[in-house]
């Protein structure tokens, strides 16, 4: 790929050369039609020359913009102007690479099983979290997350608009990212 951007950077240069060329021979051409007395056959030549060489700069200026379009598409992988490349979306996503071979040797572990004290523990480890909510933040909060209701439902049940339910569980669930304390919960 590297050899044909540097093909294209090449051939873009021997056009503005080219380019450059015609553009010298154009106003040597316009200073002597500026002679013209009048037109006979030596003017009209000289006339058509100006007009196949504006032709001429005009297809150089279209490859050369077309030129450099596949330059940049090539360098960065992408059409340019855009902001995402089709060819490579997942790079774009949220990836989380695992090892497929590190499941083989994983022995299967059986749930553990809490015992009163410990569940009761864990629930006055979440009543202390949810402690820091207000009321509203709080019953919000356990309507989505304990009782798997959607927004919109919560929004209907608590004649509250979606656009609140959506900032209250915002705020409550930074409050608990703040306040949470891993180990608490997870040994």
Do not use: C
């Not at 951007?5 to 503005?16: G, N, S, T």
């Not at 006055?124 to 439902?153: C, H, Q």
């Not at 930074?174 to 891993?182: P, Y």
Request: charged share 35%; no cysteine; glycine share 4%.
């Amino acid at each position: 790929m590297k050899d044909l951007i540097m093909q294209y950077e090449f051939a873009v240069e021997d056009l503005r050369a080219k380019d450059k060329e015609a553009k010298l021979e154009l106003s040597f051409l316009e200073e002597e039609k500026k002679n013209f007395i009048t037109i006979g056959e030596y003017e009209t030549n000289i006339l058509e020359k100006i007009a196949s060489i504006k032709n001429d700069r005009s297809h150089y200026s279209s490859m050369i913009s077309d030129l450099k379009f596949a330059i940049e598409w090539m360098k960065t992988g992408r059409k340019p102007g855009l902001m995402r490349g089709a060819e490579n979306l997942a790079a774009y996503q949220r990836e989380i690479k695992i090892d497929p071979n590190r499941f083989l040797n994983m022995q299967s572990k059986e749930r553990e099983s809490k015992t009163d004290k410990e569940i009761k523990i864990l629930e006055d480890k979440v009543l202390d979290l949810l402690w820091f909510m207000t009321k509203r933040e709080r019953a919000i909060y356990m309507l989505a997350n304990g009782y798997g209701f959607s927004v919109t439902e919560i929004s209907n049940l608590t004649n509250i608009a979606t656009g609140t339910v959506y900032s209250l569980l915002d705020r409550a669930r930074k409050k608990i990212k703040k306040n949470i304390k891993v180990e608490d919960f997870f040994e």
